[in-house]
């Protein structure tokens, strides 16, 4: 990473005023991460989440990814994140509960395994 980032250093504008709008442009793109959206709106939709089960595998994935973007701060998200979005999909997924056991169990289960 290094390397890629001398090669395009020595790659810049020898013209200060292009060079300055290249090195702007860089950081930019250095420094654009995404955000977490809808955190409040998603952590009260897991709070309604009936099955407890369902609940608290959706809600284990959201802390999960929730420490590695605040805490840990590795891998960030390059793009805005929606969370209420994605707990609503965790929630529909965590809650085929007998899919998910056939699957531990080693299982090819889905329509990506159908028919083969």
């Not at 809808?38 to 990814?65: G, S």
Request: glycine fraction near 4%; hydrophobic fraction near 45%; include cysteine.
């Amino acid at each position: 990473m290094l390397g890629e980032a001398i090669n395009h250093v020595k790659s810049l504008p020898r013209d200060a005023a292009h060079r300055a709008y290249a090195f702007e442009a860089l950081a930019r793109q250095m420094s654009m991460t995404g955000t977490l959206l809808n955190c409040d709106d998603a952590v009260r939709f897991i709070e309604q989440i009936q099955d407890p089960v369902t609940k608290n595998l959706v809600n284990m994935a959201f802390v999960h990814l929730a420490k590695r973007v605040h805490l840990e701060k590795r891998d960030l998200p390059r793009t805005d994140l929606d969370m209420l979005f994605l707990v609503k999909s965790l929630k529909d997924f965590f809650a085929e509960h007998a899919v998910i056991a056939r699957t531990l169990e080693g299982e090819n289960v889905g329509a990506w395994y159908d028919g083969t």
